[in-house]
């Protein structure tokens, strides 16, 4: 069994919390309280995987690996800078919806 404890990577903080949000499939945020920052998602889903925000190309071809998909090394890395701004956007998104839903009184 390997364990592993998330820690932000901006400032080494362990005190996260997870932001779950349930769409077409269900995606954990994970936020540093500390700092606010986006630490890691991951889709609920063995397709998607899991992508590591601050561990960059190495993160995301592990998650690759994990899903038993197959591409070449052009591909992944074309695709991956364009996955990492993605889940920066939807992570705004979550951010703007969760001050809307718990700032309404």
Known sequence: MDLHIQQCQKCQSRHV????????????????????????R???DNEQGYFHLGKG???FLRA???TGM???????????PNL??????DFDKVEKALEIK????
Not at 24 to 40: F, G, H, N, R, T
Not at 70 to 80: H, M, N, P, V
Not at 84 to 89: G, H, P, T
């Open 70 to 80: 197959s591409l070449s090394t052009r591909s992944l890395i074309e695709e991956f």
């Open 42 to 44: 991951y889709i609920l």
């Open 17 to 40: 919390r997870n932001i779950l949000v349930r769409e077409d499939k269900d995606v954990v945020y994970v936020q540093c309280e500390s700092c606010q920052a986006l630490v890691a």
């Open 84 to 89: 990492e701004k993605k889940i920066l956007e």
């Open 102 to 105: 718990y700032t309404k009184k």
């Open 64 to 66: 690759q690996e994990r």
């Open 57 to 59: 190309y190495e993160s």
